[in-house]
């Protein structure tokens, strides 16, 4: 029986998320490892989540100048991640170098919406997007962005071209 329902259409989102980087957006480089793949010699997909968690770290330590185990250590505020998603385009292999970066989606009152593109040589292997969650980690509550960083995540908008 013929599939009646047709390839499936990517959301305008989705496609803005599959555009190279813009030339101010934070990146970093990640060799891809034997310890990153699956029997099928390419990345296996949770490992990109890991990676997604720890650019985001060097992202706030890096690229905002926020030191984030300062923000979870000593100011006691979190960023869980409470949604998850990504669209796996092109498979990378062990000894590709993958590079990461990092464009703000959304800020709302106390969440961010992080999107993360991955590049080898300038083609877009895998688009994600995360939505974290400003949080006291006394009680675990969401608690409004702190001005500074809403301020700071505002700039490195603007840097990067969004509107």
């Given at each position: ?16 998320r599959r555009r190279p ?67 796996f385009l092109i498979p ?27 590049e080898i040589d300038g ?41």
């Open positions: 029986m013929p599939d009646t329902l047709g390839p499936p259409v990517p959301s305008p989102d989705a496609e803005a980087l813009p030339p101010g957006a934070f990146r970093v480089q990640r060799p891809i490892r034997f310890s990153h793949t699956d029997p099928a010699g390419i990345v296996y997909f949770p490992v990109y989540f890991d990676m997604f968690n720890g650019v985001v770290e060097d992202w706030f330590t890096h690229g905002l100048g926020i030191n984030y185990a300062d923000l979870i250590l000593e100011r006691r505020i979190g960023l869980p991640i409470v949604h998850a998603e990504c669209d990378s292999r062990m000894g590709e170098t993958l590079t990461l970066g990092v464009l703000v989606e959304r800020i709302g009152r106390s969440s961010i919406a992080i999107g993360i593109t991955g083609s877009v292997r895998l688009a994600g997007r995360l939505t974290v969650v400003a949080t006291a980690l006394d009680d675990f509550a969401s608690i409004p962005i702190p001005s500074d960083l809403r301020s700071t995540l505002e700039a490195y908008r603007a840097a990067c071209g969004a509107p």
